[in-house]
């Protein structure tokens, strides 16, 4: 398996620009960024904004994500392999998460109706 966190370490490090302000850029410390390094599995979504940050294509050295040059200009990279039952994975995740917020919601409405 593909240990991300050296890949990003080592883009970064061959970038040039200073692990403080790739920190500030994404909202995180400068420790987290240390923390993330040793991670081996690190989101593809954070892979691809630390990219887009140093201008750097990750596309050769993890294989999951697909760079297209309409999609770095736009700055949104594509995802490619996400399996079907990834996809439904996070899909019904998120429908039983906003059913269960629908339903605070409603407990929510029917307590302030009681206090008006």
């Known amino acids: 398996m593909q240990h991300r966190g050296e890949i990003v370490r080592k883009a970064i490090y061959q970038s040039g620009m200073s692990i403080t302000l790739i920190a500030k850029k994404i909202g995180k410390s400068r420790r987290w960024m240390y923390q993330m390094f040793e991670n081996s599995n690190i989101s593809l ?9 140093i201008h750097y294509d990750f596309s050769e050295e993890i294989r999951e994500i697909n760079y297209t040059k309409s999609n770095l200009q736009d700055n949104q990279p594509t995802y490619t392999k996400l399996g079907n039952e990834q996809v439904e994975y ?27």
């Open 90 to 116: 996070w899909k019904n995740k998120y429908l039983l998460l906003l059913e269960e917020y629908n339903e605070l919601l409603k407990k929510n409405d029917k307590y302030f109706d009681k206090l008006c």
């Open 45 to 53: 979504d954070l892979v691809l904004q630390i990219g887009i940050i």
